[in-house]
């Protein structure tokens, strides 16, 4: 289900972690992937927002395609490592994610 989970992630951005963490409560490693892919593009998200509003616009230029290649790359890598059975504990989010949702 995780491998399936950060898939649908490319292409729904949070909405689908959002789904999977409000249905496999009671798995625990799919609740914690889909927290750790939830956490993920919402930060990424913000971030993006936020440097093309305070940049002016121009900010898109650089935080677009950036942000485009970290949607899809972290994603592709976590369904990679859980495709091995092994936890993805996304880099600078991760640590985040565990305080928010306490897995």
Do not use: C
């Amino acid at each position: 289900m995780t491998i399936i989970m950060w898939v649908i992630s490319i292409f729904s951005s949070f909405l689908g972690p959002l789904v999977f963490l409000l249905i496999f409560r009671e798995r625990r490693f799919v609740y914690g992937s889909s927290a750790q892919a939830l956490t993920f593009h919402l930060i990424l998200a913000v971030v993006v927002i936020a440097s093309i509003i305070l940049t002016l616009g121009l900010g898109a230029i650089i935080t677009a395609p950036l942000g485009t290649i970290l949607g899809i790359g972290v994603p592709v890598v976590a369904a990679i490592s859980v495709s091995n059975g092994r936890f993805y504990d996304v880099p600078i989010t991760g640590a985040l994610s565990r305080k928010f949702f306490s897995y």
